[in-house]
């Protein structure tokens, strides 16, 4: 099956831990980029890529870090610094910036 | 930044009627896209419509774009529960623009 793949479903971050969640596609894409979800706000664009080895600040890098090593993977770090990470963290892809989005599955991250 | 705003923000109605929603933006653009997101899931692209496009059809999905007005409107006609979900509205508004979501509407369709 054609599509984007992230992992874990859920995830618990530990005070002062980075954890990473990932993102996987098959579609061949050029661009991958992620998104926050918070209730009543919309997506917020953390970070996006549009070429192996290139990304770019979105609206809410702050707390973030991402690699795009393969073009099939670009994984997120949520770092100590990021000190509200409660939220759900949305993977897309697409050919280019201006195409449709395909989206994975999401990964819900808590705080214990 | 928020450029694609919805409205209502939630919307209820019975199986069987037609759902209207709307978007509204401040720049000029390219595109503008709609998506539909389930319940704790990611989302599902629907419809495409771009700046010299008035109106366009997806199965009950229609699509409208003014851009005098800067506003989309997405119809679904004869609404069923399994239409129950969250709905966007995204933009693209220029060389090198990143797409830009609105906050979403929720809509409620009642068996």
């Known amino acids: 099956d054609g599509g984007i793949t992230q992992s874990p479903k859920y995830l618990f971050r530990k005070e002062g831990q980075n954890v990473t969640l990932s993102c996987e596609q098959n579609l061949n894409h050029d661009a991958m980029y992620w998104y926050r979800q918070d209730p009543g706000q919309g997506l917020r664009l953390i970070y996006y890529?549009?070429?192996?080895?290139?990304?770019q600040k979105g609206d809410i890098a702050e707390g973030y870090s991402v690699s795009r090593e393969k073009k099939e993977s670009f994984p997120l770090t949520v770092t100590s610094a990021q000190k509200n990470p409660t939220a759900f963290y949305l993977c897309a892809s697409s050919w280019n910036q201006k195409n449709i989005q395909y989206f994975g599955a999401g990964t819900r991250l808590s705080v214990l | 930044s928020q450029q694609g705003e919805e409205d209502p923000q939630a919307l209820s109605i019975q199986e069987g009627e037609n759902a209207t929603m709307n978007c509204s933006y401040k720049?000029?653009?390219?595109?503008l896209q709609w998506y539909r997101q389930n319940s704790g899931r990611g989302l599902v692209h629907l419809i495409l419509i771009r700046s010299n496009e008035r109106e366009k059809h997806s199965g009950r999905l229609r699509v409208t774009l003014d851009t005098s007005k800067k506003s989309s409107s997405l119809l679904i006609t004869a609404s069923r529960a399994a239409d129950t979900a969250s709905y966007f509205c995204a933009t693209d508004s220029g060389a090198n623009s990143k797409l830009t979501f609105g906050k979403g509407i929720t809509l409620s369709v009642r068996p």
């Open positions: 720049t000029s653009i390219n595109n």
């Open positions: 890529s549009q070429i192996v080895n290139d990304f």
